[in-house]
């Protein structure tokens, strides 16, 4: 009897990992296949069916994709635009999300419900009317328009998200913190940001993966002005750069886009213990 229960277990582990396995290999597998197109010429793409080795191995794709796309003028642009509107989204959103939730005050019931409805209101609709103001207060060609344009819609996920953390911290903090003189900066200050840094990391990761992933409004934003793109714009230009044969150059093109990549995976890499830990705990108190 217990042979066959370890036998049953063993059998159920065996299933368990071998789907996991092949999970990862069929997400893994575009991945790996955009990689190795990276080293591919333009010709070896368009004929080499789905073979996923290159006949070939070399470095002339990355080379000229950098020197072509002006991707370090769209790399710096990246890093400022990305960095700046993800600290002022988490300086925005902690504050934001301690009001909301600690605190009673005229009109937060509507605040708050309009918080909640434009999370339905898709981002494709918003991009002409935001177009229209950041036009019209003269900021369209400066990178500042582009993160004011982004902060308006970074903050509303990422302060429910601080609300949904703050639920589950007790009250008695801040009455303990009135009693010893703190005012509502200093509660928030010494008390609330220190206890929230699991969810301060889950929020900067998130912010700085969208808008350094974001597309539609950078492109709108920059069509007329290519040095103020980011590098998501920036890389779609490497398609139509001129080559020998003509057309559309895809081997500079992947080239572009698996170096676009490359900072957003190694700030994932170093940042994922804090984002597991963050949901994870803000999974226990919700």
């Not at 009109?107 to 036009?135: D, E, H, W």
């Not at 995976?265 to 830990?277: E, K, M, Q, S, V």
Request: with cysteine; charged share 10%.
């Amino acid at each position: 009897m217990a042979y066959s229960w370890r036998l049953s277990r063993l059998s159920t582990r065996l299933l368990l990992y071998g789907f996991m396995i092949a999970t990862t290999l069929v997400v893994l597998f575009p991945v790996l296949y955009v990689f190795l197109a990276s080293f591919k010429t333009t010709q070896e793409l368009l004929t080499g069916g789905m073979r996923i080795f290159p006949q070939s191995m070399t470095l002339d794709n990355y080379i000229h994709a950098w020197q072509a796309g002006n991707f370090s003028r769209y790399t710096v642009n990246s890093l400022v635009y990305a960095g700046i509107v993800t600290a002022v989204t988490v300086l925005f959103s902690t504050m934001l999300g301690y009001c909301f939730q600690r605190k009673s005050f005229p009109g937060r019931t509507l605040m708050l419900g309009s918080f909640y409805f434009s999370m339905f209101v898709a981002g494709a609709v918003t991009i002409y009317p935001v177009f229209l103001i950041v036009v019209k207060a003269g900021l369209h060609r400066t990178l500042l328009g582009l993160i004011l344009a982004t902060l308006g819609g970074s903050v509303i996920f990422t302060t429910l998200l601080v609300m949904g953390y703050l639920k589950g911290i007790p009250k008695e903090l801040d009455e303990s913190a009135v009693m010893d003189g703190c005012g509502v900066f200093g509660i928030y200050a010494k008390i609330i940001f220190p206890v929230i840094k699991p969810i301060v990391g889950v929020v900067a990761l998130i912010t700085f993966q969208g808008t350094w992933n974001s597309y539609m409004l950078p492109l709108a934003l920059t069509l007329t002005i290519p040095d103020n793109r980011p590098l998501s714009v920036g890389v779609t230009s490497l398609a139509y750069v001129s080559g020998a044969q003509g057309g559309v150059q895809w081997d500079l093109l992947i080239a572009g886009s698996c170096m676009s990549i490359i900072p957003m995976a190694i700030i994932y890499l170093w940042a994922n213990r804090f984002f597991i830990n963050g949901m994870t705990a803000g999974a226990i108190k919700g």
